[in-house]
């Protein structure tokens, strides 16, 4: 057989390499990935901002690192599509963390999507535990979400501070 139309070698190697980084882009979206796009929502996204809630508790828990109250602070993370937001609400006693709201204000139709799921679970994550201890990495499917909740977790200890 004689072929008259061969490819070069150089561009089924590129054709290969980008069909390779495509699959890689993609398993980051899937609900089942790790956090592979992770490094680039911290890397992109700007940082958190705090505003002080009018019912933080001004009074030191007993020995605690932080004061009881309720905190509020927002979170941004990057998306391939946008730059989305969540406000996140913590009341903190002795340390620990009483309850948790998350409100989401999405951009993209997926990030309605992960956020709705994120909140769906996020105080399974966090509502017991003390406040140091809470880092997520994902939570029921969302890992971008995870990245501002964080932000604003840092934020709000900042904030309530003893």
Do not use: H, W
Not at 127 to 152: C, P, R
């Amino acid at each position: 057989m004689i072929r008259t139309a061969a490819v070069p070698r150089p561009v089924r190697i590129g054709t290969a390499l980008l069909g390779v980084a495509g699959i890689a882009t993609l398993a980051g979206c899937a609900g089942g990935a790790t956090d592979a796009a992770a490094p680039v929502e911290s890397a992109a996204a700007p940082a958190a901002t705090s505003e002080p809630s009018s019912s933080a508790d001004a009074g030191a828990s007993a020995a605690g690192t932080y004061k009881d109250g309720q905190y509020e602070a927002t979170g941004q993370y990057a998306t391939p599509e946008s730059v989305e937001t969540v406000d996140v609400t913590l009341t903190i006693a002795g340390d620990t963390v009483t309850a948790v709201e998350v409100t989401g204000d999405p951009q993209a139709a997926e990030s309605r999507r992960y956020q709705s799921e994120f909140i769906g679970g996020i105080q399974d994550e966090v509502v017991g535990k003390k406040l140091d201890e809470i880092s997520v990495s994902k939570v029921a499917g969302s890992s971008l979400t995870s990245g501002g909740f964080n932000k604003a977790v840092d934020a709000i200890k900042t904030e309530a501070r003893a």
